[in-house]
């Protein structure tokens, strides 16, 4: 038994050595009898790994591409070990196709999504803003005041902060609160008229 056995892997080693010596020689035939010995047992695989039957077939395709082509191109090192190859090849691309799926991966990450989104005025509310502040700013220009038309710009045309106006305009903070509220009561008049 134990010799029958010797007799088979023999025969399978010799087998392996002589189909990659004849794919790399350009031997169609030889192809064909590589894909015609490996395709079940490398698809059982593939299905096994995958757990998707497509997928499985689609990427059998390509690991007998890759296998014919490196044999043609250079062979392996070690003829014998050719059932090896080509399962650690058939592992490495299903591994490649993950990796790539990873890469891809169109999942929304609400996190970040979250971070990105864009609180910024619409463009309506953009140029409804514009033509307000536009009104204002031909409403400004009738006080008579030239201290009321200043400060009231700063504070709602360039939204300028409050200590930024005092500092520009040298004002303390109850000189700023008593300047606009009268500017304000001003405004509001001829607004109204």
Known sequence: MEAAMNIKIN?????????VKRIRKGDRQAEALLVQKYQRSLLEMLKYRTRDISLAEDLLQDTLRIIIERLRKTGIDDPSKL??????????IVIAHYRKEI???TQVNSEIVEQTVDNSRGQLQIIMSEQHSHSVRCQLT????PRDR???????????EKLQICHAMELTVHAFDRIVSRARKRFRTIVEN
């Open 11 to 19: 025969e399978e080693l010799h087998d392996s050595s002589d189909l």
């Open 103 to 105: 890469r891809r991966d």
């Open 142 to 145: 009738k006080l008579a005041i």
């Open 150 to 160: 200043e400060i009231l710009t700063r504070l709602y045309v360039w939204e300028q």
């Open 83 to 92: 059932t090896h190859f080509i399962h650690g090849t058939a592992r490495n």
